[in-house]
């Protein structure tokens, strides 16, 4: 899995944060920042729930086989 | 076709627990419906979950509330204004920049650093109610108070003043009150707030207001009107709808001792709990609208520029297509892809402070009053059924 965002897209809400810590996190400004963008497998899931609920749609993910 | 079908709205709830059965109807059998508004007007009502997050994300609808197609469930039209638009009603780009001034106020670490204090306030509100006459009105006592200070102490707002504001905003949510009632209630808290910041302008405390003129200076020239329309709507918001939350959260707690016994017995089951009450509940039910700018298709229905959609985002959270058993409440369902903050760039600015709170407020409430229940048959309890934000008027409690 590898993980882009769009820092334009994020509207700060902070959910990633709260779901994928190791993952995600937020600068001074509120605003996303990457902490890795192709975490381990054991993470996988958190991933995918923070890009459901990112309110605005601001995580995208490359799924490999 | 069933979009043709014309409902009217707002519809009495059957259950306070539930969203009104013709809601529900709507979804099953008209997702996309037209539905005539209290004012005669009409307006499309969306009921599914997933299309309330397709419209609450395109930018092809509009958040201005002042649009003459925006719908409104006041009987009256909105009160004329001259005042900044709020937060709320901005559009892309501006929605984005004014929002991005404040949002490091808002950030999942500045929200976390407040809970010793929202702790200390929480604590301070039971002792007066443990040390006073039994029963007591949990929402005066406890459901009010509590986020009422946290946000106050938060933007810099006297508190001693509450009884000012808290009037006043609960008359702005209550859509039982006239054109004029809401505008004057609007006018004197503005010329408070304006007041306020002009004060801080003077001698900039360390709080979000004080912080925002320091930061607006430093980039040149401090937007007064601005920071006032902020501060109003973070008030506003601030009150009504964490506080309506507590005391619901309370109340259905209690009504089902074998959920309260288990979330005791493993307070790290408290926030995914959190989270299912937010599911539940979705108080701010008559809060989201839209307007089209342009002709969109939304699942088959052509809905044409300058027409009003309504979301009704309670009855989309119980989706049975995304939530299992969507009408219990399972404390351990898990699932945060809920619509109670509604969705999109507007995502509810305040969502971690209130989680926090809720937090806060179930993990203590009940280990330190182990006897809390309703001093009255919960039956004789009055919701607010007619207002923006659902909630308890008032709640008797005893131990």
Known sequence: MRI??????CCGAGQCVLIAPRVFDQRDDGIVILLDEAPPKELHAAVREAACVCPGAAIALEERP | MSAELISPLPIARTCPYAPPAEHRRLREEAPIARVKLPNGRTAWAVTKHEHIRTVLSDPRFSSNRRDPGFPSLSREPPPASDLKPLLLELDPPE?????????????????????????????????AMLAGPRPVDLVQAFSLPVPSLVICELLGVPYADHEFFQKRSATLVNQQNTAEEIGRAVGELMMYLGKLVAAKAQDPTDDLLG???????????????????????????????TANMISLSTLVLLQQPEKLAALQADPTKTLGAVEELLRYFTIAEHALGRVAREDVELGGVLIRAGEGVLLLANTGNRDPEVFG????????????????????PHQCLGQNLARLELQIVIDTLFRRIPGLRPAVPVETLSFKDDATVYGIREFPVTW
């Open chain 1, 4 to 9: 882009i965002i769009d820092e334009n897209k």
């Open chain 2, 95 to 127: 929605h984005g920049q004014v929002r991005r001034g404040v949002l490091g106020e808002f950030t999942v670490q500045r929200t976390q650093a407040l809970g010793p204090r929202i702790q200390q306030i929480v604590d301070e509100h039971i002792d």
């Open chain 2, 211 to 241: 912080r925002q003129i320091r930061k607006q200076r430093e980039s040149g020239a401090v937007d007064y009107e601005d920071l006032v329309s902020m501060a109003f709507l973070l008030l506003i918001a601030g009150h009504e709808t």
């Open chain 2, 325 to 344: 058993n969507a009408d219990e409440l399972d404390l351990e369902r898990g699932a945060r892809n809920h619509l109670a903050f509604g969705f999109g």
